[in-house]
């Protein structure tokens, strides 16, 4: 990877880039209010679970998209078909064109072009596909874009947690950073993953997400 490409994988890790994925929670948010997550022992095993669903259900697409840009319509069609849970697809469209509109504003000469033929294929924007696309343009090489996909996901929640008061900033990151061996244990595992091997580990999580339209109160959308 070129210097350049490196600068530009710290940009899109930064919590400060306007993608939208804070207002995000992963399925935590629901799962606070069913009372499956009360405190930071039941926020472990909420993360444990999120990444390897993460690795076993989007990473497949995040690299199919990366070795070939141009299988984004049939990768971005195969995710609709396997996010049959509903705010779980919804969501994933919703991060996947704000990732993408982010991206092309902010770095036109390789991005918009990928947006521009993305929106005349009509594509839903599904978020690993979109995302693994993105990165390939960017010359963020396959293994970075996976490394990125996986922490972005991590963050995401653990930011989720801060503000539904379950952890403090402070032991957020002490979590963070003790989750560094089981993201290598979720790349290790699943990087190599083709899209036919796209699965749900954790069923419990997706029914659980699957609940948050009926929440009584809400502050995040997914």
Known sequence: MGSGSIWRLLQLGDSGFPTGGFAHSGGLEAAVQQGEVRGAPELRRFVRELLWQAGHGGLPLVSAAHGEPATLPALDARAEAFLTNH?????????????????????????????????????????????????????????????????????????????????????????QHQATPLLAAVLEACAGLGVDALAQPSPLLDLLGSTHDRLYSRLFLS
Do not use: K
């Open 87 to 175: 705010v779980a697809n919804r969501a994933s469209r919703t991060q996947g064109r704000a990732f993408l509109d982010t991206c092309a504003r902010i770095f036109p000469s390789p991005v918009a072009p990928l947006r521009e033929q993305a929106r005349a294929q009509g594509l839903r924007f599904h978020h690993a596909p979109v995302f693994g696309a993105v990165l390939r343009a960017l010359d963020v090489d396959v293994t970075d874009a996976q490394r990125l996909f996986l922490s972005l996901t991590l963050r995401g929640t653990l930011s989720a947690a801060v503000r539904l008061g379950i952890v403090g900033t402070h032991e957020s990151h002490q979590l």
